[in-house]
């Protein structure tokens, strides 16, 4: 079986310069960044005089057996581009974490890939690395603030901004910085989060255009005095040297599908912590430029999607057309009690019980009136029973729904399921989009709410330390932040281990934090953490570069 990057390598690319061409810009609309890779400039988006359909995809809760939700949002463009529409991709970036850890790249797979997918996986164009420095240099430029003991006053036991690093590094999860001599600062306990789960990401990827990403960075809070004092961003007197570091990661990222398809790549926040969304930069660029959109919100509908539709949609007033929630049998069958080293074995029984996470993903959809369909990622290992079986249900229940062969047959796989959004979009015109929370509720409200519409959840459990702290939100005026719930993609609830669509569960918030720049409340809950750990064997391990000159591992 061909590997992915076996598959780039037998691909000719198409110039970047005949990709942007095809979205009808010039020279003067980008810079490019060798031969495949270009960042877009303003007059691109100043050029554009469309408003293109977003149609976004998500997935079931995802189990090791892989849903291959961005495969199918790629074939789901290359199909759309195959039957003559104007079509342009907006993805995130990949994060070297899970690439150098346990999921090994996060750019497709077979012939629905992004491409060069070795560059895009690894350092790409820089935008991480630049995200990442502003984040430290503002941990850096707290801690001289203590050490010269500023006017600002800063408390060194009430710092909440944290440092990140985009790899992941259990150890570095509590810290004690500023150890030894007096010279090497002001001793005190820190910690760092993962870059993709930093409010820097958030910022970055929420902000509509330059001036609100400054307006964002100005507003995050860094720490507070020791007499109790906020103390933000714009106190430290360096958002024109954060702007200066971000001035060319902010510009969004054009690349090409196999096929030779536009797509923007840009941006990269988790969806298990994070809000899980491309850049609201890359998806409005693409909208002026195509006349319809493919993007993602990562993992499942509980999360990505949610967060996609409460958070994103608000700040960007983006309205999707359609919803395709990606399901394949493999994991139909975990959900339904299947282990995974039985996933190859027949069993149309243990994949209609699975069937009820997929229920709960549907329901969460319907919960803000958009339509949607069902798109089954058929893998070499389906049986024909189990797909008229899972076909059979789909129609019985009325879904609309199409097998996709995306990762085999690229764009000619996705062309029935592409119709078929078609036709769903086309005969639900005026469907508007309700969000699960009103901004004027309560932080309380707007938690249960998201943990009853999306999880199906019956009740949330709110530590004590955490409802001191909502309590004192809600005190200081800002009940009006929206939510971002931190939780487990592998379960509808925030227990990992718990597969399926349980019901009578509760949701265990066990803290909050303000995230003021990005406009959201971090809600954590169960075991969830901001720094993950590498597995026991990496998939770092088995990378390189081979004697002809050509990467191999990345997965």
Same mark, same amino acid.
């Given at each position: 079986?061909? @590997? ?5 390598k ?7 310069? !005949?990709?942007a061409s095809?979205? $009808?810009l ?10 495949y ?15 293109? !359909? ?7 809760t ?8 961005t ?5 789901? =463009? ?26 090994? $790249?996060?750019?497709g797979?077979g ?16 935008d991480?690395?630049a995200?990442? &420095? ?5 941990? =850096? ?7 010269f003991?500023s006017?600002?006053n ?12 985009d ?10 910085? /500023?150890? $030894?001599?007096?010279i ?44 109790g ?8 007197n ?15 990222n ?9 797509a923007?790549v840009?941006? /990269?926040?988790?969806a ?18 195509? !006349?319809?959109?493919? @993007? ?13 539709? %409460?958070?994103?949609?608000r *700040? ?9 929630? *990606? ?17 190859? #074995? ?7 019980k699975?069937?009820e ?24 290992? !389906? ?14 229940k009325?879904?609309?729904?199409s ?6 047959? $690229? ?9 078929t959004?078609?036709?769903?979009? %086309?005969?639900?015109k ?5 969000y ?9 409200t707007k938690?249960e709410?998201? &943990?009853k519409?999306a ?15 909502l309590?004192?939100? #809600?005190k ?16 509808v ?30 809600v954590?809950?169960g ?5 993950? /750990? ?7 391990k ?14």
């Open positions: 079986m061909k @590997t992915d990057l076996d598959i780039q037998e691909i000719k690319l198409r110039k970047i310069t !005949d990709v095809e979205l $009808g010039n020279e003067d609309d980008y810079d490019l960044y060798g031969k890779k270009a960042k877009l400039n303003p007059s691109a988006f100043s050029k554009g005089k469309k408003n293109g !359909d977003i149609i976004l995809v998500t997935a079931i995802p189990t090791k057996a892989g849903e291959g939700k495969t199918v949002s790629i074939g789901l =463009a290359e199909g759309l581009r195959k039957i003559n529409k104007s079509v342009c991709l907006a993805l995130r970036e990949p994060s070297l974490g899970p690439v150098m850890g346990l999921k090994g $790249g996060a750019t797979g012939y629905s890939q992004v491409l060069p997918m070795d560059e895009i996986n690894f350092h790409f164009t820089g991480f690395h995200l990442t &420095s502003a984040n430290n240099l503002i941990s =850096a430029c707290i801690d001289n603030e203590i050490y003991n006017p600002l800063i408390d060194p036991e009430r710092v909440v901004w944290k440092r990140c690093l790899v992941n590094d259990r150890t570095l999860r509590n810290i004690t910085i /500023g150890q $030894g001599s007096k090497n600062g002001v001793e005190r306990k820190d910690s760092f989060c993962i870059t993709v789960a930093s409010e820097i990401m958030a910022v970055f990827c929420l902000a509509n255009d330059c001036e609100d990403l400054e307006k964002r960075l100005n507003n995050i809070l860094v720490a507070y005095s020791k007499d004092k906020e103390i933000f961003l714009k106190d430290l360096i958002t024109g040297a954060i702007l200066l570091l971000l001035k060319e990661a902010f510009k969004p054009l690349v090409q599908t196999c096929e030779g398809g536009p923007i840009h941006g /990269g926040p988790f298990n912590i994070a809000h899980g969304c491309n850049s609201i930069m890359a998806t409005k660029y693409a909208r002026k430029l195509a !006349d319809f959109v493919v @993007t993602e919100g990562g993992f499942g509908a509980d999360l990505g999607c949610e967060k996609f539709l %409460d958070i994103k949609s *700040v960007a007033s983006l309205d999707p057309k359609c919803v395709v929630l *990606v399901a394949t049998i493999r994991a139909l069958k975990m959900h339904g009690g299947v282990d995974v080293t039985n996933l190859k #074995e027949e069993n149309v029984e243990a994949m209609l699975g069937i996470n997929l229920e709960r993903h549907i329901e969460t959809i319907k919960n803000f009136n958009k339509p949607f369909v069902v798109a089954i990622n058929k893998f070499y290992t !389906d049986t024909d029973k189990e797909i008229e079986a899972l076909s059979a249900y789909l129609e019985s009325g879904y609309p729904y097998l996709a062969t995306i990762h085999t047959d $690229g764009g000619n796989g996705g062309i029935n399921l592409a119709n959004v078609l036709k769903v979009i %086309d005969e639900n005026d469907m508007k989009l309700k699960l929370y009103e901004r004027g509720d309560s932080l309380i938690i709410k998201v &943990s519409k999880y199906g959840a019956t009740s949330v459990e709110i530590s004590e330390k955490a409802q001191e702290k309590d004192l939100y #809600e200081q005026g800002y009940s009006n932040l929206l939510i971002c719930m931190a939780k487990t993609q592998n379960s609830t925030d227990d990992a281990k718990v597969l399926g669509a349980p019901k009578d569960f509760a949701i265990h918030v066990k803290d909050v934090s303000l995230s003021l720049g990005a406009g959201f409340v971090v954590y809950t075991k969830i953490i901001t720094m993950p /750990g590498l597995p026991e064997d990496p998939v770092a088995h990378m390189g570069i081979s004697d002809d000159g050509f990467p191999y591992g990345i997965m």
